[in-house]
């Protein structure tokens, strides 16, 4: 009897966990396809007769929505590849060379996590500033670098930790070099730590809505996050553009979930040993 009655309430507090964590995201997707008059009538579920597509036209149509898109997308994916190989790089060095001070140096990578990001915005607008980099890509490519690059050096380190040196040693007697080792031996062997590296920097500069507010004066540079204000002023706040606008926002970073999700756990060492 024990065994049923632990079947079903496992199930029942999975199905409560759930309920609860995708609530928000069912609530959202089926009030991206309501009118405003049904969204703002206070009801939980809509009427078929409320359901409509004629937000997610609008909001390509009426706004330069697709600009934000491109914008997003360009800086998202540079920032992912500039924070993998920026810290990997620095991964590498103090996983496999005897520096020192180490601690240290780890420290000090990690500071600016410490602190809220609204205290290093001044900071960040006045270099911008003075390196002629505000309202342009290359300025929040590197501004959402340096905020993610913290953690990929973190991590990436602990990855690099557990791959035996031996594998380097191996590598060099047989005349690769530490760059030939890092990207021939350390990269197959840590593809799961660099693709959820990659994932976090992609996510953190996807949503970014801090900087970018700051960085960005012009439609030319603002993102997805920036761009749904369009759908709002002082007199309307259009609700229906608003979460298809949300929407448009999320798919991409489950596209981009799906995609790499078996990389996440995949093995750090398989197939690694050299026969």
């Given at each position: 009897?024990?065994?049923?009655?632990?079947?079903?309430?496992?199930?029942?507090?999975?199905?409560l966990f759930y309920l609860f964590i995708l609530a928000p995201i069912v609530w959202l997707i089926l009030s991206s396809f309501r009118n405003s008059d049904s969204?703002?009538?206070?009801?939980?579920?809509?009427?078929?007769?409320?359901l409509t597509?004629?937000?997610?036209?609008?909001?390509?149509?009426?706004?330069?929505?697709?600009?934000?898109?491109?914008?997003?997308?360009?800086?998202?994916?540079?920032?992912?590849?500039?924070?993998?190989?920026?810290?990997s790089l620095g991964a590498y060095s103090l996983s496999r060379f005897a520096l020192r001070g180490k601690r240290l140096y780890m420290m000090a990578a990690l500071l600016p996590q410490f602190?809220?990001?609204?205290?290093?915005?001044?900071?960040?607008?006045?270099?911008m500033s003075s390196l002629n980099l505000v309202d342009t890509h290359v300025g929040l490519i590197l501004t959402h670098t340096s905020i993610t690059?913290?953690?990929?050096?973190?991590?990436?380190?602990?990855?690099?930790?557990?791959?035996?040196?031996?594998?380097?040693q191996a590598a060099l007697i047989d005349g690769c070099s530490h760059?030939?080792?890092?990207?021939?031996?350390?990269?197959?062997?840590?593809?799961?730590?660099?693709?959820?590296a990659g994932f976090?920097?992609?996510v953190v500069s996807w949503g970014d809505y801090l900087f970018v507010s700051i960085l960005s004066q012009s439609n030319a540079t603002q993102t997805l996050s920036i761009g749904l204000q369009t759908f709002m002023s002082s007199l309307e706040?259009?609700?229906?553009?608003?979460?298809?606008?949300?929407?448009?926002?999320?798919?991409?970073?489950?596209?981009?979930?799906?995609?790499?999700?078996?990389?996440?756990v995949a093995g750090l060492t398989a197939g690694a040993v050299k026969t």
């Open positions: 009897m024990k065994k049923p009655f632990s079947t079903v309430f496992t199930y029942v507090g999975l199905a969204i703002q009538s206070g009801r939980l579920l809509p009427a078929f007769s409320d597509i004629q937000n997610y036209i609008e909001a390509f149509r009426i706004s330069n929505f697709p600009t934000f898109l491109i914008n997003s997308f360009v800086i998202a994916f540079s920032v992912m590849i500039a924070a993998v190989l920026i810290g602190f809220p990001y609204v205290l290093i915005l001044i900071p960040f607008y006045i270099l690059l913290p953690f990929a050096l973190w991590m990436l380190t602990g990855y690099f930790n557990a791959i035996p040196k031996e594998l380097d760059f030939g080792v890092l990207f021939r031996i350390i990269y197959p062997v840590a593809l799961p730590g660099l693709v959820v976090f920097a992609f706040v259009r609700w229906g553009l608003i979460t298809a606008g949300t929407v448009i926002a999320i798919v991409p970073t489950i596209i981009f979930f799906a995609i790499v999700q078996r990389r996440l």
